[in-house]
Every structure is written in structure tokens, then in C-alpha cells.
């Protein structure tokens, strides 16, 4: 024998000997984590919460998730829950999904037992995983696909979907016009756009209502929208319902009024806020927004725990915005959940507290979200289908209809 | 070749062809599988997570490189065809029920068709134009992927079952140890495809089109063929790191695979070594490392400096930046050239050549 036939078959056994190595990882795969979920424990209970802080959606994340930590730290400095704490991780994933899907590994390897979410993209993308890792979801998306148990188990929304928005801004309309009208329906150019849009033209159809309907993605990073507008005004639409959040909602009703355009702005959950008027200034006066949570100028009884914690912090109450609140009550449903999964003594396990949120009954809001109660149930994860209309008046949202369903 | 290898003379072709020759290389690649073999027991998940998604980076980053690096093709399409490898898999499999490797293998082939179109301008174009051609064919994907609705059944995304391979499914407890051990195999399976390849006279055509193709072409390559067979084997490897990319994150929309993902593996690439299989690797592995390592540096220095942590995602895109044109101007053929360097360093110590 060679030597070089010699070194050939060592090197074939040294080929064979590392690919026996790692077929015997198949079988001998290392597994699970110890954890703090026993129901007697008082450690803190952790979470994961992945935000938009400077995104393209970071002007409503950034406060939708500062409402969320404000939550936290004033259920905390209450003693938290049952005695135990919330322990919060939060990062900014800037709207991009890679970094959310990274964010939410590094969640479940802390151990958390409930992530709060943010967008569309984010929490579609990590749906599946997380009913494979039974870890309860809550996010500001409101995407209609989210709410079926048997597809997303472990999706909760508090608010009414996108799609139910969308529904009360078309009935809304087909009464405001009393006639034929149209209505164009212009939206982020994402699954968070896109999720009502299909719903609301099978509603005008199903309806009967006497909408000529259009959909118009909205060009991302542009600082004019006249091409869109044109679109809109050779449809011969009248109303325009908007989907996106609210500074390009502003740039839009700047441009309209810049043109002149006589079309009613109609905005949904995330620019049917009071950034959205403060941005676009007087151009903001007279349009409307379909939105489920209140904000803290109407003063409902919800408000009053946020109106004290900002005060406590020597903050002005006013300064909290819609998404602010919305930030603050959602993660206050979550916190129920984990509250009655404790009170029962169960283990704090996210199977738990999916349980616990599905059968524990209405979570009171104040009046708050969709007017009233939060409650899920083990077939629908739909929290709310109430909506309240909104008309801005000298700078301020103006309660117009209560509670409006589809 | 590093220079230490020089004055080997082979006295057989089979000895001439093995793939190692030298005993630190038979050494290196020995630890290597060591190291690769014992890392699920030392990595919790989520750096088990991580290495997976640098594995599957490395196979896209292989073909990708394949490419460019040897044929000197610019492609800015990566991203839609990792899109269509992912669909195709995603789709077959969700809806028309196919077992997951035949359903990876139709991804296979149908990118690899694909690059053969978006190929043909490349008869005709070089370069830069080159670059905007397969730009428009990234642009051109990703519309189809968002806009025929029926692809995701208007939904926007497709979900896909947990992998099955011939009755043998991946349990929850043990995901991304057993995603592992499949993705280093398919890893290892490609590098060593890839490097055969450019030991065969096909892949050396590709390197004669690439160095100078006028010269090529008067030698005997066929121009068409060659670039057209280059986009094909680039793309059966994007199509498979695609639909691997499907299988494992178990669900995907067109927001996976946008232009930022065709500019992430041209960074893999320039990082790791244009030309190289290895560097092809090695640009995969640090480009994914890459905004983790950031994250933590934040997380450390947080409490000295909030704005780090406060302004996170920019400084992430600051670094990945920063990182592309340290590499451009001080070694632009990546880690691959500075790891043989180190090599020659040693091999030849105590002497400087």
C-alpha cells in the first residue's frame, strides 16, 4: 500500500467518523430550560415586548410602547401582580421583521411567558411560532386573519380588527352621504395596509351599500401624495378612508387641502389619533376617524389611572395620545390574563394563560377600549367589535357615534 | 492557494485531486467537525437560532458568490430568488400536499429556470447595467409575490407545516437542535459541490468569463452557455437556501425578501471573500453575527450611554455600513484573504516570505 493510499482511506474514515458524529446529534439532541413558572414562585414574571420606536411606524409605536412600560412600572410600584412583578424586556426592532424574529428567539430563550407584539408584518411572521411555543401574543395589529383560535391559538385582540373599522367607516359613510358616493380606500403598502381592504369591498357588496369603492397603496417615503389625490379625484371618490399611520395620514390631508380637495379623510386605529392633528394642523379640520380606543380627552373612567400615573411623574395627562393609551390597556388585558392564571394557582405557563384569557370573562377597560369590556372566548380571540366615530373640531377629537358595530 | 502550498508534488492524480493535501488542513477541517458537532450541546437556542440562520445564509451566500464572485455576474435579484425558491417549497407543500424534499427540489428547479431568464439580459449587459437589469427582476418578484393575490391566497403570507421528511417530523422541544444537524449537512453538501465545481471545466469557465470574457469566448468558451448555466447552478443554490429558509422559520411573506436582503448577501460576499466558497461562509456567518454583536455592545454600554441602546436599529445599519468599507478599502478579498494570510504568517515563520 502507498503512502497516498494510506492517507486516502484515513481521510475517508476521518469523513465517515464526523458524519457518524453528527447523525448521532439527530438522536441525542440536548433540550428545555429550567424556569420560574411554578405557581407559588415570587420571581418576576417576564416578558417580551418588541416595539417600533424609530421605524417607519414609529410614530405611534414609540408611545403605544411607552403607554405599555408605564403599565408596567405603576403595576409594579403597586406591588405587581399577586406580589410578583413584571420584568419587561423591550427593544426596538424598527419595523423590520429579521430583527423582530431575532428578538422574539432571544425572548424565548429568557424565558418569557407572553410577548407583546407590535405590527402586522411582525406578528404574522411569528404566529406560527408562537402557538408552536405557546407563548400568548398580544400586538397593535388588528388583521382579521388573526382572530380564528383554530389558525392563530395564541393571538389575542383587544380591539376590533381592521376589518370591523372598516366596515362602521363604510356604513358610516353610506349614511353620511345618503346617495351613491365613492369611497377610495388608501393604504400602507404592507400586510398592515392591505388587511382591510378586501374585507371592505366584500362588505359594500354584501351590504348593498351604494359605495363605488377603490384601493390605492400609498407610495412609502413620499413627501407628496398629489399622484395618489389625482387617482382619488378621477375615481370620483368622496371620501377617503386610510389605513396607515399618522404622519404620512397628515401629509395626506395637507396635500388635499393643498389642493383644494373637497374629499372627507376618514381614518382608521392608527392614524385616528392626535398626532395625526397635530401634524396636519388646520388641514385636520373636519375629518373623521373610525377608532376603538378612546382618547384621554373624553375622560372616560379608564383614563383616570393613566391621568394619575402622568401626574405622579409630574407629566401633563393631555400629552398621552390615543396610541398611548392603547399601549397602556392592552398590556393591562394581558396582565389580567397572568392575574387570574396566579389566582387560580396555576402555573405560569403561556398554555395557562391563554386559558385564563379565554375563559376568565370580560376585562374592564373603563370604557376605554371599544367602549367597554375586552373579553375572549375559546372560539373567537375578536376582544372587541365596537368602534367609536370621531370628527376633528377646533384641533380636538369630537365624539360623533358611540360604539358603532359593523 | 496559500503560498505554504506550494512545492507539494503530487505523485498520483489521486492524490493530485484530493480536496486537502496538507496535514494542517486535514487538522483544521478534523477540529472543525469537532466543533460543529458539539456546538448544539454548548449553544442554548437561541444561539442555536442564530447559528441556523447563518447556516442557511451561507448556502444562499454560496450561491450567490458562485455568481459573482467566480463568473463576475452583478446580481442585485438575491432576494426575489430566494423568494421564489421559499414560495414554490411553501406553496407545494401547504396547499398541493407534496412531501417537503420533493417540494425543496421543485424550488430547485423552478429558481434555477427562473435565473436562466432573468439571465439573458446578462448576454447583452455588463457591470453596472448588469446590476439595474437584476434589480428590475427583484423588483419584478417581489410584485408578483405581493400582488398575485392567489399566491398567498390574498392573505399576504403562507404558512407552512412543521418539516416532514419520510414520517420523520421535527418535535418542538428539540427544533433548532435537529434544524441543525439537517441545515450542517446541507451546508457541508454544498460547500463541497461548490468547490468541486471550479475543479471541473465548467466552473473553470466561469472564472475565464469572469477574468476577461472576450479572451474566454476566442479560447472556446461558449459566452451564452456558460453565463446562462452560471445563473442556473447560482440560483439552484439561492432556490435551496430559500426553501430551507421557508421550512424552518414556518412561515413567510414578501417582507423576508426585500432589496435590503439581495444588499445583505452582496455584503456577506464582499465581507467574506468575493471567489471563494469559504469566504462565502465566513461573510454568512459574520454578516448574521453582525447585528447581534451590536445588540449586546449596546446592551453593555447601555448604562454608560443610553443613546446606544435608545437608537439601536441605526446604529446597526451604522456598523453593517462601516463594516462594508473597512472591508472595501483594507482587504477587499474579505476574511477569506486575511485567514490565508494568517496561515502564510505562521507557515513561513520565522522568515516574513
Request: hydrophobic share 45%.
Amino acid at each position: 500500500m502507498t503512502h497516498s493510499q494510506k492517507s486516502t482511506r484515513r481521510h475517508s474514515r476521518l469523513i465517515a467518523s464526523a458524519a457518524l458524529a453528527s447523525a448521532s446529534l439527530m438522536v441525542l439532541s440536548a433540550c428545555g430550560s429550567g424556569d420560574a413558572s411554578s405557581a407559588d414562585s415570587d420571581e418576576p414574571i417576564p416578558i417580551g415586548i418588541i416595539a417600533d420606536r424609530s421605524g417607519a411606524t414609529g410614530d405611534v409605536g414609540a408611545p403605544y410602547n411607552d403607554g405599555m412600560l408605564a403599565y408596567i412600572e405603576q403595576l409594579n410600584a403597586a406591588g405587581g401582580i399577586e406580589g410578583r412583578e413584571i420584568e419587561a424586556h423591550s427593544n426596538d426592532y424598527a419595523y423590520e421583521i429579521p430583527q423582530a424574529e431575532e428578538l422574539y428567539r432571544r425572548y424565548v430563550n429568557d424565558g418569557v411567558v407572553a410577548i407583546m407584539g407590535w405590527g402586522t408584518g411582525d406578528t404574522e411572521a411569528l404566529r406560527t411560532r408562537v402557538a408552536n411555543d405557546e407563548l400568548p401574543f398580544m400586538s397593535g395589529s388588528f388583521s382579521e386573519e388573526l382572530t380564528v383560535p383554530e389558525e392563530s391559538p395564541y393571538n389575542f385582540l383587544v380591539a376590533p380588527t381592521y376589518s370591523d373599522q372598516m366596515r362602521v367607516a363604510l356604513n358610516w359613510i353610506a349614511q353620511d352621504a345618503g346617495g351613491e358616493t365613492g369611497v377610495a380606500v388608501l393604504h400602507n403598502d404592507s400586510p398592515f395596509g392591505t388587511s382591510p381592504v378586501a374585507d371592505g369591498e366584500a362588505w359594500v357588496e354584501e351590504q348593498g351599500l351604494d359605495i363605488d369603492y377603490v384601493s390605492h397603496a400609498m407610495p412609502a417615503g413620499t413627501t407628496n401624495f398629489a399622484g395618489v389625490l389625482s387617482q382619488v379625484d378621477s375615481a370620483g371618490a368622496e371620501y377617503i378612508v386610510v389605513q396607515n399611520v399618522a404622519s404620512p395620514a397628515a401629509q395626506l390631508a395637507r396635500d388635499l387641502a393643498a389642493q383644494g380637495g373637497e374629499q372627507k379623510i376618514i381614518c382608521l386605529n392608527w392614524c385616528g389619533n392626535e398626532l395625526f392633528i397635530t401634524s396636519a394642523g388646520d388641514a385636520a379640520e373636519g375629518h373623521l376617524m373610525v377608532q376603538p380606543i378612546a382618547p384621554i380627552s373624553a375622560e372616560k373612567p379608564g383614563h383616570e389611572a393613566i391621568a394619575a400615573y402622568l401626574e405622579e411623574q409630574g407629566q401633563d395627562s393631555e400629552s398621552a395620545g390615543v396610541s398611548y393609551v392603547q399601549g397602556w390597556y392592552t398590556m393591562h388585558v394581558m396582565a389580567e390574563g397572568i392575574r387570574h392564571t396566579l389566582e387560580a394557582g396555576e402555573d405560569l405557563t403561556g398554555a395557562a394563560i391563554r386559558e385564563s384569557l379565554e375563559t376568565m370573562g370580560a376585562v374592564d377597560t373603563g370604557e376605554v377600549i371599544g367602549g367597554g369590556p375586552v373579553e375572549f372566548s375559546p372560539e373567537s380571540h375578536r376582544g372587541s367589535v365596537a368602534s367609536n366615530v370621531y370628527e376633528v373640531q377646533d384641533g380636538r377629537m369630537v365624539e360623533v357615534e358611540a360604539g358603532a358595530t359593523p | 492557494m496559500p503560498a505554504v502550498e506550494t512545492g507539494r508534488h503530487h505523485t498520483s492524480y489521486r492524490s493530485e485531486q484530493r480536496l486537502w493535501h496538507t496535514r494542517p488542513q486535514i487538522v483544521r477541517m478534523a477540529l472543525l467537525a469537532v466543533a460543529a458537532a458539539v456546538l448544539p450541546f454548548v449553544l442554548d437556542n437561541y444561539w442555536l437560532a442564530i447559528a441556523n440562520t447563518a447556516l442557511i445564509a451561507a448556502i444562499g451566500a454560496i450561491g450567490l458568490n458562485i455568481l459573482v464572485g467566480y463568473t463576475g455576474q452583478i446580481s442585485l435579484g438575491q432576494g426575489g430568488f430566494l423568494a421564489v425558491g421559499a414560495f414554490t417549497t411553501a406553496i407545494l407543500t401547504d396547499r398541493a400536499g407534496v412531501p417537503a424534499p420533493l417540494s425543496i427540489l421543485a424550488a430547485v428547479v423552478l429558481t434555477a429556470a427562473v435565473g436562466v431568464i432573468v439571465g439573458l439580459p446578462a448576454l447583452r449587459l455588463k457591470g453596472l447595467y448588469l446590476a439595474i437589469a437584476t434589480l428590475a427582476s427583484q423588483m419584478v418578484i417581489i410584485f408578483i409575490v405581493r400582488r398575485w393575490g392567489f399566491l398567498t391566497e390574498g392573505q399576504g403570507f403562507v404558512d407552512v407545516s412543521r418539516l416532514e421528511v419520510f414520517g420523520f417530523r421535527i418535535e418542538r422541544t428539540t427544533f433548532e437542535q435537529q434544524w441543525y444537524v439537517i441545515l450542517l449537512v446541507i451546508t457541508i453538501l454544498v460547500a463541497l459541490t461548490a468547490t468541486n465545481l471550479f475543479r471541473t471545466s465548467v466552473g473553470r469557465s466561469f472564472m475565464a468569463v469572469r477574468d476577461q470574457d472576450i479572451a474566454a469566448s476566442a479560447m472556446g468558451v461558449n459566452l451564452t452557455r456558460t453565463k446562462l448555466t452560471a445563473f442556473a447552478l447560482s440560483n439552484a443554490y439561492v432556490g435551496l437556501a430559500g426553501a430551507l429558509l421557508a421550512h424552518y422559520t414556518e412561515i413567510i411573506s414578501w417582507e423576508k425578501f426585500t432589496i435590503d436582503v439581495s444588499i445583505t448577501y452582496l455584503a456577506m460576499i464582499i465581507v467574506g471573500g468575493m471567489g471563494s466558497v469559504a469566504g462565502a461562509v465566513y461573510g454568512a456567518v459574520f454578516i448574521t453575527l453582525l447585528p447581534v454583536v451590536v445588540r449586546m455592545l449596546a446592551d453593555v454600554l447601555g448604562g454608560v450611554a443610553p443613546v446606544l441602546s435608545r437608537q439601536l436599529p441605526a446604529f446597526e445599519h451604522a456598523a453593517f455600513g462601516l463594516v462594508i468599507i473597512v472591508f472595501l478599502i483594507f482587504e477587499p478579498r474579505g476574511l477569506n484573504r486575511i485567514w490565508q494570510r494568517i496561515k502564510d504568517y505562521f507557515g513561513f515563520w520565522p522568515f516574513r516570505y
